[in-house]
């Protein structure tokens, strides 16, 4: 099956779980949740959606395995489905309608197709690799590479998977703080890399990312020129480093060294 169409029956997927998702927002009762760790939950919506998502996209391709957060790992990593059905529950759960939908196909550890949708708000953005991020069905472009860190707004999350990096994030934040705009932190991280790549946020950090809440979103933001990196300025993998830096072009290098004045290099 050609690519595009490929995409476009993921899309089909992922619409009938944006809708069974708003049927249950804001109309489930105050612990409707079960704790999967500190401070992380799941609902039934998480592990349904999850279940919508992979019925849909297995049977697209033979070979394709799948890695959902709520299921783990099935079949061939090498080729992979990787999908976060509810990228910020907590705020699905709270009524806060910043949570979306986050599905890419991974081949050999590199995003090559990526979907992400914000329900509440019938926002989607698409992308094949090489071919552009497309912003409800139009191209959005390339991000701005003339931007500077004085005039960017930040985008992080806490560190509550990292206890053992919250004293660098702090004092890192106070910096990143007066380094441009401010600093903002909406809880869905596939949502703030996907708003970098529009150029609707201009630099984004953050500790501990998985998989799932980020190979759509960085698909996305390096199709669009963004510079994505490891907290050494290396090439971010999605599977193994523990920090994400990631900015418009002439805003990383500013960012990067900020970052690597508070976090030790060996995270």
Not at 229 to 246: C, K, P, W
């Amino acid at each position: 099956m050609p690519m595009q169409a490929i995409l476009e029956k993921a899309l089909e997927a992922v619409q009938a779980v944006a809708d069974f998702q708003l049927k249950h927002f804001r109309a489930m009762p105050v612990g409707a949740d079960n704790i999967k760790s500190l401070r992380e939950t799941v609902s039934f919506v998480d592990v349904e959606s999850e279940k919508i998502l992979q019925d849909a996209l297995l049977p697209l391709i033979e070979e394709a395995g799948f890695y959902g957060e709520e299921s783990g790992k099935t079949g061939s990593q090498d080729l992979v489905w990787i999908v976060d059905p509810l990228d910020g529950t907590t705020n699905f759960l709270s009524g806060n309608d910043h949570f979306s939908i986050s599905v890419a196909l991974v081949k050999n550890g590199k995003p090559i197709l990526g979907i992400l949708c914000k329900p509440f708000s019938n926002e989607t953005w698409t992308c094949i690799k090489g071919e552009g991020v497309y912003y409800k069905g139009t191209k959005t472009g390339k991000v701005s590479e003339n931007l500077t860190e004085a005039d960017a707004l930040f985008v992080t999350g806490f560190p509550y998977r990292s206890p053992d990096v919250a004293p660098s994030f702090f004092a890192c934040a106070a910096e990143v703080l007066t380094l441009g705009r401010g600093i903002r932190r909406t809880g869905s991280a596939a949502l703030d890399v996907t708003n970098l790549s529009c150029g609707w946020m201009q630099g984004f950090w953050e500790t501990d990312l998985q998989p799932y809440d980020i190979a759509a979103a960085m698909l996305f933001a390096e199709e669009n020129g963004c510079i994505v990196t490891n907290h050494q300025g290396g090439e971010y993998d999605i599977f193994s480093d523990r920090l994400m830096v990631a900015a418009l072009p002439a805003v990383h290098a500013a960012l990067l060294e900020t970052i690597q004045k508070h976090y030790a290099a060996d995270i």
